[in-house]
């Protein structure tokens, strides 16, 4: 079986244009992000897909492997997706280009799930965090995922889901974080399906594998990533770097 780590990496983020460029510890985000990726040892090969030269170039002068998207994309499933369309390989990771404090723990557990499939029934697996916090819960900024008894997703919501009626039926609330381990095929069926009606209602695009017919299956984690979506957030990080003795 043959595993790989893809980093989308687009330059033009709306909230911090620029941001995977910007400096931390020396080096740009997304070269922290993409050698971080690296030194877990759990991937073949490690990727940058972007459609920015000065990205490419980033990556390929500290002699990585970049890949130029050679269409706009409007997700990160599709920049993938037409990445690997021609290479061999079996499982494709999601590992999030603004995250450069990798989180070993829950890579390996999506993985896993490949590996423990013997009969091939499981398309996607992805990650959730058990939420408490009132706010936390209503924020529709925070995607909400409901799943089986096997932890598979039922669906995905920015609403509250399940609406707790009874309250006094005992309720867990998890948020899904966007990280994802996909098999190949199902990138490119993903890919070669335009938006989804409850897609384009929700902006969750782990809708559209759903209504295609994809199993996606849901790991519990605790660790919360550490993104860089602000330059407040950058500052952190830089702190961070620093504490754990990285070179400034």
């Not at 244009?17 to 990726?37: C, F, N, Q, S």
């Not at 998207?69 to 997706?81: F, L, M, P, Q, Y």
């Amino acid at each position: 079986m043959k595993i790989i780590a893809m980093i989308p990496a687009r330059y033009k983020a709306s909230r911090f244009p620029g941001k995977l460029m910007k400096d931390l510890g020396g080096k740009p985000v997304i070269l922290r992000t993409y050698e971080a990726a690296l030194q877990t040892g759990l991937f073949d090969e490690v990727f940058v897909v972007t459609d920015s030269t000065l990205i490419f170039n980033t990556i390929s002068e500290a002699n990585g492997k970049a890949i130029m998207s050679k269409k706009e994309h409007e997700c990160g499933s599709d920049r993938i997706a037409e990445a690997v369309e021609n290479l061999d390989v079996d499982i494709v990771v999601n590992v999030q280009g603004d995250e450069p404090f990798i989180d070993e723990i829950s890579l390996k557990k999506l993985i896993h799930v490949f590996k423990e499939d013997n009969h091939q029934e499981i398309d996607l697996a992805s990650l959730k965090v058990h939420i408490t916090n009132k706010e936390d819960i209503e924020n529709p900024n925070n995607v909400k995922v409901i799943t089986d008894v096997h932890n598979r997703a039922i669906y995905f919501s920015r609403s509250v889901i399940p609406f707790h009626r009874d309250t006094y039926v005992e309720v867990n609330y998890y948020k899904h974080k966007g990280v994802y381990a996909f098999r190949k095929q199902a990138l490119l069926d993903f890919y070669n399906t335009p938006m989804t009606p409850l897609e384009a209602s929700e902006k969750i695009e782990a809708i559209r594998y759903q209504e295609i017919g994809k199993q996606i299956k849901m790991v519990e984690t605790s660790v919360e990533s550490i993104g860089i979506d602000t330059p407040e957030d950058l500052e952190k990080a830089i702190k961070l770097i620093a504490q754990n003795g990285q070179s400034l």
